[in-house]
């Protein structure tokens, strides 16, 4: 997973990804003594040259051996040595704590040498050396490989450093090796995503390497040294094969995604080109052109539509596609029982809740980083700067490009608008037939996990950790104030904590008069706070606690902070302003805060990765999407008390309950669909499908519309929401992730989280 500390850098992706914490059992941690004499003198015998370069570093006096609970600068360059080794996962701190040694441990045991956790000179020496293939164990033996050999075929433990999925500071460092040879002009979030991939790919075809999209140790050598390496030319033309990453959240064992080069691809472009939905060239590369042919296909037969081929997709193509053609197959899903022909995609097997019996998806969590290269691309916007460097673009439909869609083959700064819009159904009444519009387009220096409308002209973006900041615009979207995330936890009555601490800002709520913002930050940044949260977790991990910000909307400034939960997402506050709800994502409950106390008095287990909140006043009730279920919590605020609606669909995440409290809406992350609830019964009845990974969604005022944000494929979506039917889907820019509506503008505003807010006049 992308680790915490990560996350600031990105994305991202919502790809999924794995903690290194969440990996570490008992058993890691408890290792019997070893017999590690023989391997030691074997070890030292053999790496006694990288030894005598030790004494530079300080390193080869046994009694300056990095150990547990130490914090320094050499701590944060092993941190970078087991990452590399693939032994670490977790962000580069600078503290020895217990994640650090679970990592070494690990990587002793795995060269022979004494797994006590303490890095001496031995075990320095091995991880300077760069080797991350496990030694023989005694009594066997293992093959030579000579250097040659390695060449040819490269294994992936001892050649794999980087890959499209990965988090960390030595992504960024890529990035900026890639932008300074001119092969990436997107933004340095340390997020190894499609852009990063498609540079990466570029650069290894410039170079001579494999071009994989994997950075391994000669492209790493080829970027850090700026020499162009040429390996010897083949005799016959040769294709990279398609890498099947550990962190792909599906459990084919056959994937083609965007990116692979390979003949397989050539023959999926052939198959859907003869059916009709791919008009490119067969080129054998799987681009953008042939990833929006494959979604185009999955949603016209039923398919979860994430632009992948896998066993499932490869299956219909290769014996439906010749009795179907894009003009009769349906627009979209509206069974309430999923489609059996659907993939899997299992992001945490481990974790998986038991499917209901009328179906066998299972459920996929959100990633918290954005993964997805078709970045916003304007032709000629005019822009203008203010003095706290917040960038607007003002756009009018003139400057852009509403019909020629993004083409991978073109440089990024080259490429066309991908501001289509295009409607999915026939004609509606004319009540619903007006059309969103782009009117404006905000960047800066912003990562925006949510945007939400205070419900009195002021927009708050949270930013989480990758700046640092909530950004507050106004109707007349200008910039009006930069709060930062930083606070002194000592003057709120948290003694504990001395001096400032930083947070990461997620998700906003306001009270009914738009007076206070409660904002939900992620994690906390500073002593004291050493076992950070991440997207793959459990309670039993006892990972740190958070915080929860109030900000008064007149002076902009903190003016309140609640501990909480662990990993808090979503904020939800109730009209009378007396509680305020927060879903705890890796303590797996919901924190109630009473705000005339100040305080936390009440935490509500709920399972599994709780995430979206909608509190019905009328009743006194509070659901909470449990997303690592197909379940939604019934909340009593009275007494507390917690009922169920059951079997709604696959990953719920975000909720809205209509104006009138009769409907409840919520976006089903794991299908693809929005489900619609009839209250107080709980009878879900219908479904409908709006494109991959629907993630936030907001009512117009009236509840007669409905808008969508869908991560996976760069849209918004829509929906009238009295027959359930997409109007109208919009290409925004990559990763959109938060969205908020202005009932007194009718203006939609969307949250990408690739660095800009669009916003749309409906």
């Not at 050539?266 to 929006?292: R, W």
């Not at 499932?312 to 979209?332: D, N, Y």
């Not at 930062?484 to 904590?497: A, C, I, M, N, R």
């Not at 907001?698 to 991560?711: E, T």
């Amino acid at each position: 997973m992308d680790t915490l500390a990560y996350l600031h850098l990105a994305e991202s992706y919502e790809t999924s990804v794995n903690s290194e914490s969440a990996n570490i059992t008992d058993s890691d941690l408890c290792y019997p003594k070893l017999n590690w004499l023989p391997e030691r003198r074997g070890a030292f015998m053999l790496f006694i040259s990288c030894a005598f370069g030790l004494s530079s570093l300080g390193w080869s006096n046994p009694a300056q051996a990095l150990k547990k609970g130490e914090k320094n600068s050499q701590v944060a360059s092993l941190q970078q040595k087991l990452q590399a080794a693939g032994y670490f996962k977790q962000a580069v701190t600078g503290y020895f704590g217990p994640v650090t040694e679970a990592a070494v441990i690990k990587f002793q045991k795995a060269h022979g040498l004494k797994a006590d956790g303490v890095v001496g000179s031995q075990t320095l020496a091995l991880l300077e050396s760069g080797l991350k293939t496990p030694t023989p164990e005694v009594g066997k033996t293992k093959p030579s490989v000579t250097k040659t050999t390695a060449r040819k075929s490269p294994t992936p433990s001892s050649q794999v450093i980087l890959q499209r999925g990965d988090l960390s500071y030595e992504v960024m460092s890529v990035q900026r090796k890639l932008q300074a040879a001119g092969y990436f002009d997107q933004p340095i979030t340390g997020d190894f995503n499609a852009a990063t991939e498609a540079a990466v790919i570029k650069f290894q075809q410039a170079h001579g390497l494999v071009a994989n999209g994997i950075v391994d140790s000669r492209t790493l050598t080829a970027l850090e040294s700026g020499a162009k390496i040429v390996t010897t030319a083949p005799s016959q033309p040769t294709t990279p094969a398609v890498v099947n990453s550990p962190k792909v959240r599906s459990p084919q064992t056959s994937l083609l995604r965007r990116g692979d080069i390979s003949a397989e691809v050539k023959s999926i472009q052939q198959q859907l080109q003869a059916s009709g939905y791919l008009d490119q060239a067969i080129t054998g590369s799987f681009d953008a052109a042939t990833e929006a042919a494959v979604l185009k296909f999955q949603k016209a037969h039923g398919l979860i539509a994430d632009g992948i081929v896998g066993p499932k997709t490869l299956a219909v193509i290769k014996f439906k596609v010749k009795t179907a053609s894009p003009s009769t197959q349906p627009a979209r899903q509206n069974s309430l029982i999923p489609n059996k022909s659907q993939e899997l995609k299992t992001p945490i097997k481990e974790q998986t809740p038991p499917a209901p019996k009328t179906n066998s998806i299972k459920f996929a969590t959100e990633p918290t980083q954005p993964t997805n290269a078709n970045s916003l691309v304007t032709k000629q916007p005019i822009q203008l700067e203010n003095p706290n460097n917040e960038k607007i673009l003002t756009a009018s439909t003139s400057e852009y490009d509403f019909t020629q869609p993004a083409s991978e083959d073109l440089p990024l700064q080259n490429q066309p608008s991908q501001l289509e819009t295009k409607d999915n159904i026939q004609k509606t009444s004319p009540n619903h037939s007006s059309k969103m519009t782009l009117k404006k387009i905000i960047s800066g220096k912003i990562s925006p996990k949510s945007v939400v409308h205070s419900g009195n002209g002021l927009f708050f973006a949270q930013n989480m950790m990758y700046n640092h900041t909530i950004t507050v615009y106004n109707r007349e979207h200008k910039l009006v104030k930069v709060i930062p995330d930083k606070v002194d936890l000592s003057k709120f009555g948290y003694s504990k904590f001395k001096g400032n601490y930083q947070g990461a800002p997620v998700e906003a709520s306001f009270s009914s008069d738009g007076k206070y913002a409660w904002i939900s930050n992620y994690q906390m940044y500073g002593p004291g706070f050493n076992n950070p949260g991440s997207d793959k977790c459990n309670p039993s991990q006892k990972t740190d606690k958070s915080f929860l910000y109030r900000i008064n909307t007149d002076s902009l400034e903190i003016d309140h902070v609640v501990q909480v939960g662990s990993v808090p997402k979503f904020v939800a506050t109730s009209n009378d302003e007396r509680l305020v709800l927060v879903s705890n994502w890796c303590s797996w409950d919901l924190s109630v805060v009473d705000t005339i106390k100040n305080k936390e008095i009440k935490r509500i287990p709920l399972g599994p990765y709780p995430r979206g909140i909608a509190i019905d006043e009328a009743a006194n009730k509070a659901y909470v999407a449990v997303m690592g279920s197909y379940d939604i919590a019934k909340v009593d605020l009275n007494n507390f008390s917690v009922q169920w609606l059951k079997n709604i669909g696959n990953a719920p995440r975000h909720l809205n309950i209509d104006p009138n409290g009769k409907y409840l809406y919520t976006s089903l992350n794991g299908e693809g669909k929005i489900a619609k609830i009839k209250l107080p019964q709980g009878k879900l009845i219908d479904k409908v499908s709006t494109g991959n990974a629907p993630r936030s969604m907001v009512l117009s005022d009236d509840g007669q519309r409905l808008y969508v944000v869908n991560y996976g494929d760069n849209t918004i979506s829509k929906i009238r929401t009295n027959d359930l039917k997409v109007i109208q889907t919009v290409n925004v820019g990559a990763n959109p992730i938060g969205i908020t509506y202005d009932p007194q503008t009718r203006e939609v505003w969307v949250a990408c989280y690739s660095g800009n807010i669009m916003v749309f006049q409906d």
